[in-house]
Nanobody, 122 residues
């Protein structure tokens, strides 16, 4: 399994920016895809952004043009740059990895971080 640790959350005013970081315990190039999810109080966890081994990215409609997912293979880090934040972005944000390649095999072993709180005030 991959250990994931998020950081960078906090309190910010609407219109502000935050950058979330996710540190992985193994070479992230070996990981099939990495994701950012979020869960607001009383709501289901939702997918925010995805980045694949090949570098392809996808976003949920509500964050397109405002959020950017990226990764630094050398540091085994994945980031979520969040700009033009809105109160509705308030949630706990989670980093996720869906599996990894090792020794020529694929291990479908989903991993989650502990989450980091993002609060956007109006």
């Amino acid at each position: 399994q991959v250990q994931l640790v998020e950081s960078g959350g906090g309190l910010v005013q609407a219109g502000g920016s935050l950058r979330l970081s996710c540190a992985a315990s193994r070479d992230i190039f070996s990981i099939n895809a990495m994701y950012w999810y979020r869960q607001a109080p009383g709501k289901q966890r939702e997918l925010v952004a995805r980045i694949t081994r090949g570098g392809s990215t996808n976003y949920t409609d509500s964050v397109k043009g405002r959020f950017t997912i990226s990764r630094d293979n050398a540091k085994n880090m994945v980031y979520l740059q969040m700009n033009s934040l809105k109160p509705e972005d308030t949630a706990v944000y989670y980093c996720n990895a869906d599996g990894y390649y090792s020794g020529g095999y694929y291990f479908s072993d989903e991993s989650w971080g502990q989450g980091t709180q993002v609060t956007v005030s109006s």
